[in-house]
T-cell receptor
Framework: GAVVSQHPSRVICKSGTSVKIECRSLDFQATTMFWYRQFPKQSLMLMATSNEGSKATYEQGVEKDKFLINHASLTLSTLTVTSAHPEDSSFYIC?????????FGPGTRLLVL | GENVEQHPSTLSVQEGDSAVIKCTYSDSASNYFPWYKQELGKRPQLIIDIRSNVGEKKDQRIAVTLNKTAKHFSLHITETQPEDSAVYFCAAGGGSNYKLTFGKGTLLTVNP
């Protein structure tokens, strides 16, 4: 149980384009999902908290207009990186909350050329 | 906000030895402390967690201890095996927003 999927697993895009990443809880409902960014050999940095049916809560320093989050259902949250630039290249991981526990998706590696 | 410090950053042990990773946290309101294992290129996997009303929890070769007064918690792995090699992250959080703050990770290498 508590499986979280993420799609796509890997994406390459041109600078200036937008990329959408999906996070799904497959066998449970999640009112809260989280989006993290992880640089190579570094820790997980929380970007935002995604709440079903309401606006996301962004961490300090994260541009909400650049990283658009939508949590339209209890099993799906999406992160859209708008007007992506090379510095946005990173590993993006979502998690879905069940009780206090967060279950992570497999991550999306984004490369912006 | 919460601040989590994790030590050591790297740890190398011989197969069969024990490994201990330590974390401290700053926010006394934190009441949930999970540990995650992340293999290279893969997702973090929850291996054990502890809540503030418990001082110790054990699951086979893995145990976690919590000292709320001192605001520190530790992961203990006994009889280590090569497949235990990975990066281990501690985290602290809980409360109404369920946010977690992660430590910087410990790269554990178990040498056969």
């Amino acid at each position: 149980g508590a499986v979280v999927s993420q799609h796509p697993s890997r994406v390459i895009c041109k600078s200036g384009t937008s990329v959408k990443i999906e996070c799904r809880s497959l066998d449970f409902q999640a009112t809260t999902m989280f989006w993290y960014r992880q640089f190579p050999k570094q820790s997980l940095m929380l970007m935002a908290t995604s709440n079903e049916g309401s606006k996301a809560t962004y961490e300090q320093g994260v541009e909400k207009d650049k990283f658009l989050i939508n949590h339209a259902s209890l099993t799906l949250s999406t992160l859209t990186v708008t007007s992506a630039h090379p510095e946005d290249s990173s590993f993006y991981i979502c998690s879905a909350r069940s009780g206090e526990t967060q279950y992570f998706g497999p991550g999306t590696r984004l490369l912006v050329l | 906000g919460e601040n989590v410090e994790q030590h050591p950053s790297t740890l190398s042990v011989q197969e069969g030895d024990s490994a201990v990773i330590k974390c401290t946290y700053s926010d006394s309101a934190s009441n949930y402390f999970p540990w995650y294992k992340q293999e290279l290129g893969k997702r973090p996997q929850l291996i054990i967690d502890i809540r503030s009303n418990v001082g110790e929890k054990k699951d086979q070769r893995i145990a976690v201890t919590l000292n709320k007064t001192a605001k520190h918690f530790s992961l203990h792995i006994t009889e280590t095996q090569p497949e235990d090699s990975a990066v281990y992250f501690c985290a602290a959080g809980g409360g109404s927003n369920y946010k977690l703050t992660f430590g910087k990770g410990t790269l554990l290498t178990v040498n056969p």
